[in-house]
Structure formats: structure tokens, C-alpha cells
């Protein structure tokens, strides 16, 4: 088979899958929805730096445009690259997830129903802050993530801080998505049982058995049909032998 006609049996499959994945094309499509809908609320309605508590002492709006990864981890590239070559990479390294969770959202299809539902917020998640990484510019100059949900812990301070880092509903759908199929896979995941392509033929007998039983070679050629041992020595028997025939023929001159 051709690359070109593996290429179109992978595609086939995957659209006859994706016709039938209606349940994690709604959660999708709706998570991603959802997410960029309230970041153009936020973005249209505040401005970078702005903060409205929501719940005293709990939850906050405050408005930011991170351009690193989540939590404002640049994993040291940025000592390396510029901030456009960052954005490059994460970019490149979004993208490439997507693919993959998709691939294995497809590969889970027999599994249950909540694996690829998680797949599917996975996915959701990332594309939602793809999709700012890739179009949104802040009022600085630079693309980034709108996040702006800070979750404090009611004046207390934990490891010197007073609140969660700031996070937008892709990164709420994205973990959410990790810790459920992290508890499925641990909990109720089955390895696919291996497929047989037809009946598997066992004979009932042992190789050397077969070997034993079979009759010994004997001389001639391979393709005649030996004849059996009783009837060989019936047919030497009733033939007449050389010396015999001589005689009779000499008997039958004489007379």
C-alpha cells in the first residue's frame, strides 16, 4: 500500500470516527466557545491591569496578557530566545499537542465515553490559548494569553503567596481534562484485546508422531505410487520366471 493510500484510509477512518463523536464535538466546540466568548468580554470590557473583586477575599477579574506558559513559566528560553522566538516555540509546541490528544482521542475510541471527553477538554483548553497566542496582540506590543480569573485564599498567605496564579476558563478545561483521564487511565482503562484475522488451525497430533508413523522410502522414483508389500509379493509369485518361460517355449517348438 502507497503512502498516498494510507494517507486517504487514516482520513477515512478519522471522518467516519468524527461523524460518530458527536458527544466530544459538543464538549469541545463548547469549552472552546466559552473560553474565548469571556476573554472578549474581559479584553472589550477592562483594561490590562485592571482588577474587579468578584467575592471578597476569594475571587478577583484581574486583567493580564501573560506570554509565556501557564503559571508565567518560560521553561529558561526566553535567556536563549527572543519573545517572538518563545512564542514561536510555544506555538509550535501547542500545535503539536493538539495533534496528538486528537490522535489519541481517536485511539481511545473503544475505551468509555469519559477517556474521550477528556480528550476532548484537553484539547479545547489548548486551542483556546493557541488561538490568543496566535492572533491576540496586548496594548504593549506583544502576543499572549488573556487570563483573568485569580482565585485568592481568604487573606491567608501560603508559600508567600495571597493568591492562585491568574488563569482563563482554557487552562480550567485543560486541567480538568489531565486529572480525569489521569483517574481513568489508573482506574478503568483496558488494553484493546489483539484482533484475529480468521480461525487458528491446531492440529491434534505431535510433529514426531507423524514422524513415526510415516513408512520408510523405497527404491525407485519418487513420483510412481509404491505398492504395497502383500500385493508386491502376490504379483512375484504368479509371474512366471525366465527359465520357465524358456521351456514352454521349447516344449511347444518340439511338438
Known amino acids: ?61 484581574n486583567y493580564v496578557v501573560n506570554p509565556a506558559a501557564a503559571m508565567g513559566f518560560t521553561f529558561w528560553l526566553d535567556r536563549i530566545l527572543s519573545q517572538n522566538g518563545v512564542r514561536i516555540v510555544f506555538l509550535v509546541v501547542t500545535l503539536c499537542a493538539i495533534a496528538g490528544f486528537f490522535y489519541f482521542m481517536i485511539y481511545f475510541r473503544s475505551q468509555r465515553k469519559l477517556a474521550r471527553i477528556s480528550f476532548a477538554m484537553i484539547i479545547a483548553g489548548a486551542f483556546g490559548n493557541f488561538f490568543d497566542r496566535l492572533f491576540f496582540k496586548s496594548v504593549s506590543g506583544y502576543f499572549g494569553v488573556r487570563d483573568f480569573i485569580e482565585i485568592e485564599f481568604f487573606g491567608l498567605s501560603i508559600f508567600g503567596y495571597e493568591s492562585f496564579f491568574i488563569f482563563n476558563i482554557a487552562d480550567v478545561a485543560l486541567t ?77 517348438a518340439g511338438e
Open 1 to 61: 500500500m502507497s503512502v498516498k493510500q494510507k494517507l486517504q484510509t487514516a482520513a477515512k477512518k478519522t471522518w467516519t470516527y468524527m461523524k460518530a463523536a458527536r458527544v466530544e464535538l459538543i464538549v469541545l466546540a463548547s469549552l472552546l466557545a466559552f473560553d474565548l466568548l469571556t476573554k472578549g468580554i474581559i479584553s472589550s470590557t477592562m483594561r490590562e491591569g485592571q482588577s474587579i473583586t468578584i467575592i471578597p477575599k476569594f475571587l478577583n477579574f
Open 176 to 252: 480538568t481534562g489531565v486529572i480525569i483521564f489521569a483517574v481513568f487511565f489508573i482506574f478503568m482503562y483496558k488494553p484493546p484485546k489483539p484482533e484475529i484475522c480468521g480461525p487458528v488451525f491446531q492440529p491434534d497430533y505431535k510433529p514426531e508422531e507423524t514422524a513415526a508413523i510415516q513408512p520408510e522410502p523405497t527404491s525407485g522414483s519418487a513420483d510412481e505410487p509404491q505398492a504395497e508389500p502383500q500385493e508386491a509379493a502376490a504379483a512375484q509369485a504368479s509371474a512366471p520366471t525366465a527359465r520357465q518361460t524358456k521351456s514352454d517355449n521349447g516344449g511347444l
